[in-house]
């Protein structure tokens, strides 16, 4: 009896044994299908960044158009109502005020080149560099900026914009 309890255990373990070596392969070949479908997703996301890329690339251009027209309303319209410009001004109302002052000093030239740009179809953190330009042509300033853009209403917006003088040589 002692030999057939033995037997018993041995056939029972040999069934775990082949369950759980079962249990692995699946795993691997589930994880491997899995790390293709990742794959796949990663391709079709760096596709999406580039239509994104592109998208904020024609709204740099409409910002600096409204710079130029002189239009402080457009400007405050291409950010979001609880934007920032980071450290000082809150709010769609102030940053429109802002740009109306910039205006009103003769700042209205600029030009904008994104460096970086990662995120997805809702939000997007640009890196860039940008020049801001005198009515007479005369560079006042540049450096480097930094832009969140959130999709608003189906339009790219700012969330957040800080910006990062060039160091004085």
């Not at 040999?14 to 299908?33: D, E, G």
Request: glycine share 8%.
């Amino acid at each position: 009896m002692a030999k057939n309890k033995k037997r018993l255990k041995m056939r029972n373990f040999k069934h775990v044994k082949i369950q759980f070596l079962t249990f692995l392969i699946a795993s691997i070949f589930i994880t491997s299908c899995d790390q293709k479908t990742n794959e796949k997703t990663l391709k079709s996301n760096q596709t999406d960044l580039s239509i994104l890329e592109k998208e904020i690339e024609l709204r740099l251009r409409e910002y600096e158009n409204h710079l130029q027209n002189g239009d402080s309303i457009a400007l405050g319209n291409m950010y979001t109502e609880d934007a920032e410009i980071i450290p000082s001004t809150i709010g769609r109302n102030n940053i429109t005020k802002a740009f109306g002052n910039m205006i009103r000093d003769s700042i209205t030239g600029s030009t904008f080149k994104t460096t970086k740009l990662w995120g997805n179809e809702q939000l997007l953190v640009e890196d860039g560099t940008g020049t801001w330009y005198h009515t007479n042509g005369t560079s006042v300033g540049s450096g480097r900026y930094l832009l969140v853009w959130k999709k608003d209403d189906g339009k790219w917006k700012i969330l957040r914009d800080t910006w990062f003088p060039d160091k004085k040589k």
